[in-house]
């Protein structure tokens, strides 16, 4: 624990960050069908001109710290398809005993629909302590694209962790059954080996992306293409089974990252990324 988390540690206990915001979507360029938002999270669907609408969630809270609670939720019926995002990267920061920030994110998407969910990067600073849970239930032929990125600090300033702690865990199932998990935990044990190729290599920042659709296999080719353009700075292998096609990616820059996953979800998404991702 850092002196100034010790010096904290012993003072009144802290406010705490609460949020919530759910949208429902049914088919059209604008289905808005319901929306609920409360505390520091929001969400807005910016005016776009394309037949795909856009969902933005937000953290007015700036960022994530111990004790803090958030939840997106998005709900989409038969038909309707939405690209998702956030509006900034997320970042958490040092906390202050042993709750960790809770983040949990939920969708359902209905028969026939088409969901991207596209998060902007987290980034983890120096005793972070963050636990996240994404679960995305599909409805029969639902198709869906999703990613996450992690950024172990910030690199323009040369910092390096080593009490970050993380634990993520994404699921995806369809009509009942899980059809791709992906469990993810960062901790010191992990951080102070990070220059083990087993690990990651020396890198800090990773990234990770799925496309869940009757067609993944067909664009593994074009995929793996783009990673081999971005090999100078991102090192990064795909491969596709099942209807999954799954990438995941590391480099020592975190804009060298963001850069290769977004030519890679924008070619997946057959459009550009939210205006948003703008570099």
């Not at 958030?70 to 042993?98: D, H």
């Not at 709750?99 to 991207?116: F, I, Y």
Request: net charge positive; charged share 25%.
């Amino acid at each position: 624990m850092t002196e100034m988390a010790k010096d904290l540690a012993g003072a009144a206990p802290h406010q705490r960050a609460r949020g919530e915001a759910v949208v429902t979507l049914g088919p059209g360029p604008r289905g808005l069908e319901g929306l609920r938002q409360r505390g520091c999270a929001k969400a807005f669907l910016p005016r776009v001109h394309t037949p795909c609408p856009e969902v933005v969630f937000l953290n007015t809270a700036g960022g994530l710290t111990g004790g803090d609670r958030l939840r997106y939720g998005l709900n989409l019926g038969p038909g309707a398809q939405v690209m998702a995002t956030t509006q900034t990267a997320e970042r958490a920061y040092a906390s202050v005993g042993p709750d960790p920030a809770r983040v949990e994110v939920a969708m359902t998407v209905g028969a026939g629909a088409l969901l991207h969910w596209l998060p902007q990067e987290t980034i983890l600073f120096e005793d972070a302590h963050m636990d996240r849970r994404t679960r995305v239930d599909l409805g029969p032929g639902a198709r869906l694209l999703i990613c996450e990125t992690v950024v172990l600090g910030r690199t323009a300033m040369g910092e390096t962790l080593h009490r970050a702690r993380l634990r993520d865990r994404r699921e995806v199932w369809q009509e009942g059954r899980p059809v791709l998990i992906d469990p993810l935990k960062i901790g010191p044990p992990m951080l102070d080996r990070r220059g083990d190729p087993a690990i990651l290599g020396g890198a800090v920042a990773f990234g990770w992306l799925a496309l869940v659709a009757p067609d993944a296999l067909d664009r593994l080719g074009a995929v793996r293409q783009r990673i081999a353009e971005a090999a100078d700075t991102v090192q990064a292998a795909a491969s596709a089974w099942d209807g999954k096609l799954v990438l995941r990616a590391l480099a020592h820059d975190g804009y060298d990252l963001r850069c290769c996953m977004a030519q890679c979800l924008s070619y997946l998404a057959g459009r550009d990324l939210p205006r948003v991702w703008t570099l």
